[in-house]
């Protein structure tokens, strides 16, 4: 009896090793730190107090917003530094400019520190938000490593997640905090590095041993993520209208919580399976097909010579090796062969158009439902709306865009195409606006930038290979800023100026007699929003030529490769596990 006991909590142990070292559990850990990789998204509830404590105008309240939006999606250098660094150093590098960055704001918000210059108040949130794209690509690379063959839907749900960081942190602040704006601050420092840190070695890349219900296990987590939005939705549309107390913030809370924690039974679930199915017998069916691949692996090339160049991976040719002699799409690219692609150029017209475009109107929101007249309430529900749309935008266009490729072969570079058509028609929707036409607009550009977002980081997979996914997919986003710089600033601001000069003139006043420029009307963003929606057609069109380019290749097998490793390391598995018990 005492025997049966022991062996029993012998193999609850190692159950729970297999746990923790499998891949389902490193999901889980992506998920809870994509959740927590989302802090720029809640600026506009914490900038307030930044103005107020620090005594700002809003041109510098403005200039900190835009280190913040420059920080975010600058991931070049965490994509470098994972290239030549382990996934955890990255996650511990990340975790360390989260906590310094946003610390350092709580200091001098709180006047703990002496009023810092304007620049280093830049520095500090650039630092803070630029912590995002090291959470992003440690989970990202080795998530799609790991799952190479359901990239649309690991992208899908890993960006829902971190479109939902900005909601599911600001409920958990409410009950930790309650309404203290200078907290927030504090707790975007301390709780995304702290999950980052807790999981450090978990993020890693798993060999990969493909099972059967793979795809059905995502769509368990899509209901859970589903749930999660729901929730949190409904949530924030009854805190508008009701004053809660500080226990139901510590219930909704616990809700998210709950939630957040949910997949982990998942991942527990499908490591039983495996458990179970490393007990079975060893099929001799299976054994010949092992023993034959392996035989076909050691069969002598056709090219002996030849056999060094084709296995030797050269420092150098991280970047420059062959850059003008590009391999077979889906093949491994080095960096520069990726970045003087033809492909990758229009991928940064897409995104510049796309991006760019779409930012601009998300960030004037505010200031559009005030132009147009809608209440204060109405104007906070615009803007969660955009957000909640934006994790749905995330979620279909992994989902729906995995399922036509793996289908029909349907390229993924034409839902680009028929995003940023539809993006065009939320552009319309504010240049001519109807009654209430603003919370379809706020819709449809929130659905819009989530959706390009995951098509972007899908597609550059799967034409350049993962190989230097890390560098690369953190490249492809660099036009976003330069985007968002010119159409929110030279565009948008100064047309909007403009209009709002001409109604000081009709009033009789002056520029110097007024604090603050205002445009009332449907003339104040009328022009510039009509020259986003043709810039959005213009990128549309664009994509149309890298549609062309890759028909062919999405017609076939994009994942031949990845599937045959899988297989081969699936049929391995029950011979490893026989030797194991002999």
Request: some cysteine; proline content about 4%.
């Amino acid at each position: 009896m005492e025997l049966a006991k022991a062996s029993d909590s012998v193999k609850a142990i190692h159950f729970v090793a297999q746990v923790l070292h499998g891949r389902w559990f490193m999901m889980f850990a992506s998920f809870l730190i994509m959740s927590g990789a989302g802090a720029s998204y809640v600026f506009g509830i914490y900038s307030s107090e930044i103005k107020r404590s620090l005594e700002y105008d809003q041109k510098t309240l403005n200039l900190l917003g835009f280190s913040k939006d420059l920080g975010a999606v600058m991931g070049v250098i965490s994509g470098l530094m994972a290239e030549l660094t382990p996934t955890w150093f990255v996650l511990l590098v990340g975790a360390a400019m989260n906590f310094f960055g946003y610390f350092m704001i709580w200091l001098s918000v709180t006047y703990k520190i002496p009023k810092p210059q304007i620049w280093q108040m830049c520095l500090y949130i650039w630092v803070g938000a630029n912590s995002q794209a090291f959470a992003n690509t440690g989970v990202l690379v080795a998530c799609l490593n790991n799952f190479p063959e359901s990239r649309g839907i690991m992208l899908g749900l890993l960006k829902g997640f971190t479109g939902l960081s900005g909601a599911v942190m600001i409920q958990i602040y409410f009950a930790v905090y309650g309404n203290d704006a200078k907290s927030l601050i504090l707790l975007i420092g301390w709780l995304p590095a702290a999950v980052s840190i807790f999981f450090l070695c978990t993020i890693r890349t798993i060999d990969a041993v493909r099972q059967a219900n793979e795809t059905r296990v995502f769509y368990h987590y899509l209901y859970i993520s589903v749930t999660l939005a729901l929730f949190v939705m409904v949530t924030i549309i009854i805190q508008k209208q009701v004053t809660f107390s500080h226990s139901w913030y510590v219930v909704s809370a616990t809700v998210v919580c709950i939630l957040l924690i949910l997949p982990l039974a998942i991942a527990v679930r499908e490591e039983l399976v495996l458990w179970k199915l490393k007990k079975q017998p060893i099929i001799p069916s299976s054994m010949i097909a092992v023993q034959q691949i392996v035989a076909k692996s050691l069969e002598p090339p056709m090219s002996p010579p030849q056999m060094p160049n084709q296995i030797v991976d050269k420092p150098k040719a991280l970047f420059s090796a062959n850059c003008f002699k590009t391999p077979e799409r889906g093949e491994d690219y080095t960096i520069m062969q990726a970045l003087l692609s033809i492909d990758m150029l229009i991928i940064f017209i897409s995104v510049f158009c796309g991006y760019g475009t779409n930012l601009t109107a998300i960030d004037n929101l505010g200031q559009i439902g005030e132009s147009l007249g809608y209440p204060a309430p109405a104007i906070g529900t615009f803007v969660s709306l955009v957000s909640i749309w934006n994790y749905c935008g995330r979620v279909f266009a992994g989902f729906i865009s995995e399922i036509l490729i793996t289908k029909f072969g349907f390229p993924r570079p034409l839902m680009i195409t028929i995003v940023l058509l539809l993006s065009c028609i939320g552009h319309m929707l504010i240049a001519f606006p109807v009654p209430g036409s603003l919370y379809l607009a706020s819709l449809i550009i929130g659905f819009s930038y989530g959706a390009h977002l995951t098509l972007i980081y899908a597609i550059i997979s799967e034409l350049f290979g993962l190989k230097h996914y890390a560098t690369l997919f953190n490249w492809g986003q660099v036009a976003s800023p330069l985007g968002s710089y010119v159409f929110n600033v030279k565009v948008a601001g100064v047309l909007y100026d403009r209009e709002a000069l001409k109604q000081l003139a009709l009033k009789g006043l002056k520029r110097d007699e007024v604090k603050e420029l205002t445009c009332i009307g449907k003339h104040c963003y009328r022009l510039s929003f009509i020259i986003l929606a043709a810039v959005s057609f213009s990128g549309a069109i664009s994509t149309l030529v890298i549609v062309i380019r890759t028909c062919k290749f999405y017609k076939g097998d994009i994942y031949k490769k990845f599937r045959e490793d899988a297989k081969m390391a699936e049929l391995e598995m029950p011979a490893a596990s026989s030797s194991n018990q002999h």
